[in-house]
């Protein structure tokens, strides 16, 4: 199954197929999305792809955090180590630009920044460069089971 459609189905699976945007302009970088959408770059969720001794994982965050490199240490024991070309789309099943926390590969550990508490809603890319997903943070949640952390400065 295309990766798309394996985001279109986990949405459709918690009855929010609704709320995936598809955009005629690019939504590669957070810069790029909040402009397509029209909104401000903190609301745009940022899903980074890292590999870790036990296997690949997303950290969703908003869209300006950054890691914070002693705090990632701290919680992972290890050091953050990016996903890089290739093995972004080899080991998430999404390509550079719509990587994010649905319809991944089996396996891949999601993990969601307490940076996203910012917002009620954010939007996470939903498997390519020119789409989204408008979702509350609650739905987010839900949807992805994904694991709170506080790994961005």
């Not at 197929?17 to 770059?41: F, H, K, N």
């Not at 920044?113 to 509350?136: F, I, Q």
Request: hydrophobic share 40%.
């Amino acid at each position: 199954m295309e990766n798309i459609e394996r985001v279109k189905q986990q949405l459709k699976e918690h009855h929010l197929e609704d709320r995936y945007i598809e955009l005629p302009a690019s939504t590669a970088t957070v810069a790029l999305a909040a402009q397509a959408i029209g909104c401000e770059e903190g609301l745009i969720a940022k899903t980074l792809s890292f590999n870790t001794k036990s296997g690949p994982i997303v950290i969703v965050v908003m869209g300006t955090a950054r890691i914070d490199n002693k705090k990632f240490k701290e919680y992972f024991k290890e050091k953050a180590s990016f996903l890089k070309g290739e093995e972004v789309t080899n080991l998430t099943g999404h390509p550079i630009g719509g990587v994010c926390p649905f319809g991944l590969k089996e396996g891949v550990k999601i993990y969601l920044d307490e940076s996203l508490k910012k917002y009620p809603y954010t939007y996470p890319a939903a498997g390519a460069a020119n789409n989204a997903v408008k979702l509350t943070i609650e739905e987010l949640q839900n949807i992805t089971r994904g694991i709170w952390v506080d790994v961005c400065k």
